[in-house]
């Protein structure tokens, strides 16, 4: 009992002083103190007013740059790309220094120079494999012009663009049908949960792009290789794999880097045939480069040539041959 009314009397004392300092508003007066020390030391509301109205401040001047730089980097009547002030560096070494050009559409377009001249850079530049220094790519699709370097890799299929790579990108466990369906993944429609339960939806879509990877591989002329596997098979089929597998996306620009590369004469002039006629066909523009300088003089019709990532000429088959800066590049100087 003694402890219990001890313990009793410790609680009614601190409770009168409860009551005793609440009376006198040393409390309320605390409370307050702490109120305006927070409020002090808390960032004010006019701060961030300024910093939210900072940020749009930056937005707008952003969006201001876009627009003019859209409005100075216009295409021309009739063309499909327009490359301006192309920049590509590594490190101290300029890949691509200051490259200028434009891509007439349905025109078969050529990139020619010695090797190590920077022509495979600037497919990866158009494609986004590479991210530019400097400068801007325009490319019409359809009705809207798209700045290609505004654009992740993953977004530059739908706009029409394909390509095909200087070594063979093929996957030798899988067929050679299995390996031209692989351009179509751009086009399917179903998503994740269909392919997990494999879907009717899938199976129909699947039949779909195999009846067309079929029938390129017909107009490619190697529908003979439909089930044979990657692995083992000539070179020429290989490369002839490649482009098959770039069309599958009905692309409206065709990149093509090096692709008579490993063929022999013969394989080389039906190339050259089938180039015109997927240009053609298909209603594309074709990019091409190429160190085959018969293949490039037979079937291009306008040539770009560069040399250490600048320019040296451009214009028709006959004005390169005839351009002395070209040969010099090419055959070097008659001083040397």
Sequence with gaps: MKAWRAIEGFFVKRYRLFLFDLYNGRLIRWYRQKKNNALLNAPRRDEKCDAQIAKCVARIKLLKQKLGRAEDEQ?????????????????????????????????????????????????????????????????????????????KVHNVIPLGISRTFQNVETIWELTVLENVMIGAHANFMTGLFAHMFHLPALKREERAIRAKALKVLEYM??????????????????????????????????????????????????????????????RCTVFLVEHDMGLVMDVCERICAISFGKMLAIGTPKEIQGNKAVVEAYLGSSDE
Excluded: H, W
């Design 75 to 151: 295409l021309s009547e009739g063309a499909v790309l327009r490359l301006d002030g192309l920049c590509m560096y590594f490190g101290g070494v300029k890949a691509v220094d200051g490259l200028s050009f434009e891509i007439g559409q349905g025109e078969i377009f050529g990139l020619i120079g010695p090797n190590g001249a920077g022509k495979t850079t600037v497919f990866n530049c158009i494609t986004q494999f590479y991210e530019p220094t400097r400068g801007s790519i325009l490319y019409r699709n359809g009705a809207d012009v798209q700045n290609l370097t505004d654009l």
């Design 221 to 282: 002329d190697i529908s003979a290789y439909a089930g044979f596997y990657a692995y083992g098979l000539p070179y020429g089929v290989l490369k002839k794999i490649e482009i098959a597998r770039a069309l599958m996306c009905d692309p409206q620009f065709l990149i093509l880097d090096e692709p008579a590369a490993g063929m022999n004469e013969a394989e080389t002039k039906e190339l050259a045939r089938m180039i015109k006629r997927i240009r053609d066909d298909y």
